[in-house]
């Protein structure tokens, strides 16, 4: 069975540096990849996806995030973060090949950016 | 924009009541998921459906069912509540295919 691990649950980061939340998942034939993003008391927000082509996806607010095959990972970054950006992140895999739309998610990353 | 509306943002229930979370998407969507959201946990799947009164089960249905009258509106039914379901609900919708998955903005349900 397909399986999401980040292995952070929190990123303290200081204001305008660089973050990387990583993200490892079981291998599979063929899987499509997603960031969310969930800011308190609200639902999830998507932040990029890889469906396909290109291994380097940017997404909203900055991010980007490159699929690894080889290494099974897919790491979300961003060159200079901002307080705004502190929020729960959440990865998430659909495997492609059994035809079903049901993710499995990470257990999340709290990012805290400090002034 | 994709509308995903939970019916209740918070939710206080006593244990044995029978609970009914209701969420109702606009986009004509086929597939709708109910999720668990616990600290560590990440989100788990409850339940979901690919189409009316279709459903399947997810990874912790225990305790749990839905109904699926209407294409736009799946219910997650609590049929005895329990303190171990206190907890974040949120419902996601998605078209066929390799959908994105919109969200709502949640239920926080507590269960005393």
């Known amino acids: 069975a397909q399986s999401v691990t980040q292995l952070d649950s929190q990123v303290p980061v200081f204001e305008e540096a660089p973050v990387e939340l990583r993200c490892n998942y079981s291998s599979s034939v063929s899987v499509y990849l997603f960031w969310y993003v969930q800011y308190p008391n609200q639902g999830l927000q998507l932040l990029l996806k890889y469906l396909s082509g290109s291994t380097l996806v940017k997404g909203i607010n900055g991010f980007e995030a490159e699929f690894n095959k080889s290494q099974t990972s897919f790491h979300l970054r961003k060159p200079s973060v901002h307080i705004s950006d502190t929020a729960e992140y959440f990865c998430a895999v659909s495997d492609g090949a059994s035809g079903t739309y049901k993710y499995i998610f990470g257990t999340g990353t709290r990012l805290k950016v400090l002034a | 924009d994709v509308k995903v509306t939970q019916s209740s943002r918070y939710l206080v229930k006593r244990t044995g009541e029978k609970v009914f979370l209701e969420c109702v998407q606009d986009m004509d969507h086929e597939n709708m998921f109910w999720y668990r959201q616990d600290p560590g946990l990440g989100l788990r799947l409850i339940y979901f459906s690919y189409d009316v009164k279709m459903k399947e089960k997810g990874d912790i249905p225990e305790g749990y069912s839905v109904s699926r009258e209407k294409k736009e509106r799946f219910s997650l039914i609590l049929e005895s509540a329990s303190t171990n379901q206190t907890s974040m609900y949120l419902c996601?919708?998605?078209?066929?295919?390799?959908?994105?998955?919109?969200f709502g903005a949640g239920t926080r349900l507590s269960v005393l």
């Open positions: 996601a919708s998605t078209s066929t295919g390799v959908g994105i998955q919109y």
